[in-house]
């Protein structure tokens, strides 16, 4: 009798035990009842650090407001970050611990493309969730792949807005001062094809290196050249030296900047000569300046739990992305699995706090950003002057 | 066009002749070339950011500081160094230089790396930075200030090694290190003093040049390049060949930008160089072999 009782209660803890098991088994990777774990994967240390870190920053702060409001569902999200270093090798053994090791739920993030592209691969075999926030190449998301999206303007977008923009603006003889270096040359390619698609020829093409010490040659060039408009795709450094050498020979042209000088206001404080980016337009991913009274709350939760952190685009890029992944998961529901958290997000269209326009994605559409915003100064103040929905 | 190409190209090369100055006086005296050179510029020029931009020093008296600052750093980099490895193969020198670059480099972001939400940070003019005439063209004040600068640092080193008893030491260890060893000059201290006055002229450029661009950890490295052409052009271990290359290499940029390609800006000088080399190896003012101690 005794022999059997025990028969019966240990059958019936194996029973119990081999039902949780199986329970377990049917639990969605990296959920619990109380938590979701979703992993950075980008650049962390390094002379690239603040791309990813700050970035991340703005995504932890979303996160954090969500968690402070019940989190998702009743879950808080936690965030785990793995440092790709901004290179390919990195970046594959980063994803991998990340999915393998931390076992999280989705990723969210990538910020160097090349990085980015390595690791790729592992995250399709896997099939995790990739929600990518600052990463440009566009082969990232294209052709779609169901469970990867973007909530960053592609490359290429950036160059045909300019393009776009300058025609918009009636300019005539638009000429170019360009880096070509690698990161030049991923915008300056796709410049080209929007120039060749509106049926312009530019006036000038001239090259800069990302760290002159004078451009009054370029400046010259493009003054003898007669251009009413200079489409600009150099980093700060290089731009400011070409703003401050046209503006020394007293040529004035309308001048459409790439998304390195985006922060207008910073750009010209940069410049340092008053009146030398009155006619500067510069495009940015990001809907509204870091000091627009429109993203204060933002600015104020960012630097009050990152001593360190000045409030910047590169936050916004975070916010927005991390206002999406939020979206989606509540739109994923309850019963949290990878499949529907890719079929919310492949359906979903959210207008954040940060940028100039919705970010939408469609089944046949994971670039879900396009929505290129116009800066300029308006009485010294940096204000959004327009948007453009970019198309190829 | 011209005018302007000239004007520019003077100021420019005004600065790689000060880097320039500034490697050869370390390869006279040594016989190693600094391949920090250029991060004790940048590290200069973050000094005198942090007492003018941070701390709100007066310009001038910034540049004093961070030539100050660029000397202890020269010497210190010299007793942490390159002294521990004075009687290593030229290649060991060449990696503790590369690597004490990449230190420089290190600290720099560390500090003052993104202290404006990027990698960079703007270093205001001297003046006020709007350009003014002169004659046909318009200048920037800040360019007038890189020339006059230049010229006096010119100078001064020039009044030092030839009027001073320890710029006399320096000259005698760089024309024969043992000759100067036994008639009694204490050599390593030489050593030491010419790294750290090639730090501070550095440090001094880099002053100068910063309100011109924008300051960051990497700024270093393409003016070392310029540098280095200047003193192969002008003859390396001539310090008259550094003064004429650097100018050249500015001239020779400025006009190759404006008259062919702005493409070709950067390589220019390096195309005259390869010629000049070709005709001329030892450079315009070639100068002896150095010895080694």
């Known amino acids: ?100 090791q931390h076992k999280v739920f989705m990723i969210h993030g990538g910020a160097c493309s090349n990085a980015s592209l390595a690791a790729k ?36 977008m950036e160059s045909y807005a300019q393009v776009q923009y300058a025609v918009e603006k009636g300019m005539k003889r638009v000429a170019i001062i360009a880096q070509h270096d690698n990161w030049g040359r991923s915008r300056y390619d796709p410049l080209m094809e929007a120039f060749k698609l509106h049926g312009i020829e530019p006036v000038a093409n001239e090259e800069i290196v990302p760290d002159p010490a004078d451009a009054t040659a370029i400046a010259l060039r493009i003054q003898a050249a007669k251009a009413d408009a ?27 900047g790439g998304s390195t000088v985006g922060d207008v206001g910073l750009f010209t404080k940069n410049v340092g000569i008053p009146g030398a980016t009155d006619n500067l337009h510069a495009v940015s991913t990001i809907g509204y300046a870091a000091d627009d009274p429109a993203v204060a709350k933002w600015k104020k939760l960012v630097e009050a739990k990152y001593s ?48 100039g326009g919705p970010i939408t994605c469609t089944p046949t559409n994971h670039q879900c950003h396009n929505t290129a915003a116009w800066f300029g100064l308006v009485n010294g103040t940096t204000k959004r002057l327009a948007t453009t929905i970019v198309t190829r | 066009m011209l005018a302007y190409l000239l004007m520019s190209g003077i100021a420019t090369g005004a600065l790689y002749a000060m880097m320039a100055i500034g490697l050869v006086l370390v390869y006279r005296s040594t016989g190693h070339i600094n ?38 750093l020269g010497i210190l980099s010299d007793r942490a160094v390159y002294r521990p490895l004075i009687k290593a193969p030229p290649l060991t020198m060449v990696l503790a230089t590369v690597g004490f670059s990449f230190f420089l480099k290190g600290i720099a972001r560390y500090f003052w790396g993104s202290m404006e939400g990027g990698d960079y940070v703007a ?70 003093l010419t790294w750290g006055a090639g730090s501070a002229i550095a440090a001094a450029a880099a002053v100068l040049m910063a309100p011109m661009t924008l300051l960051s950890p990497d700024v270093g490295f393409q003016l070392l390049l310029k540098a280095f052409a200047a003193t192969v052009l002008g003859g390396l271990g001539s310090m008259p060949g550094a003064i004429v290359g650097g100018l050249l290499v500015g001239i020779l940029e400025s006009l190759g930008g404006g008259y062919v390609h702005s493409g070709v800006q950067d390589v220019s000088a390096f195309i005259v160089i390869i010629i000049v080399l070709i005709l001329r190896p030892a450079g315009i003012f070639g100068v002896r072999n150095i010895r080694d101690t």
């Open chain 1, 1 to 100: 009798m005794k022999a059997r009782r025990h028969f019966l209660s240990t059958m019936s803890a194996a029973l119990i035990a081999s039902m949780c098991v199986v329970g377990a088994a049917n639990a969605e990777v990296g959920v619990t009842d109380k938590e979701i774990k979703i992993g950075a994967l980008g650049v962390l240390t390094g002379p690239l650090a603040k791309y990813g870190n700050t970035v991340y920053d703005g995504i932890e702060t979303v996160y954090e407001e969500a968690n402070k409001s019940g989190g998702i569902h009743g879950r808080q999200l936690v965030y785990v970050r793995e440092d790709d270093r901004c290179q390919a090798a990195e970046a594959v053994g980063a994803a991998k611990k990340l999915i393998h």
């Open chain 1, 121 to 156: 691969p592992e995250i399709v075999a896997t099939k995790v969730p990739w929600v990518i926030t600052a990463s440009t190449a566009p082969s990232l998301t294209y052709p779609v792949t169901p469970h990867i999206f973007t909530t960053m303007l592609a490359g290429w």
């Open chain 1, 230 to 256: 200079v489409i600009l795709i150099a980093f700060p450094k290089a731009a400011v030296v070409a703003v401050r050498d046209m503006y020394k020979i007293g040529y004035k042209p309308f001048m459409i």
């Open chain 1, 308 to 355: 360190g952190d000045t409030f910047n685009i590169y936050h916004m890029f975070g916010i927005a992305s991390g206002q999406f992944v939020v979206e989606a998961l509540r739109r994923a529901g309850k019963d949290l699995t990878r499949d529907a958290f890719n079929k919310a997000a492949s359906n979903l269209s959210v207008n954040t706090d940060v940028y």
């Open chain 2, 35 to 72: 391949f920090s050179h250029g991060e004790l510029f940048m590290f200069g020029g973050f000094i005198a950011y942090t007492f003018f931009v941070i701390l709100g020093v007066p310009y001038f008296l910034s540049l004093i500081l961070a030539v100050i600052g660029g000397f202890v």
């Open chain 2, 123 to 192: 270093f205001p003019a001297a003046m006020d930075p709007s350009p003014i005439p002169i004659g046909s063209i318009m200048v920037f004040p800040q360019q007038l200030l890189i020339l006059a600068g230049a010229i006096v640092f010119v100078v001064g080193f020039t009044i030092f090694f030839r009027m001073t008893r320890a710029g006399k030491m320096m000259q005698a260890t760089s024309e024969n290190p043992t000759a100067a060893y036994l008639s009694g000059i204490r050599v390593e201290r030489v050593y030491t």
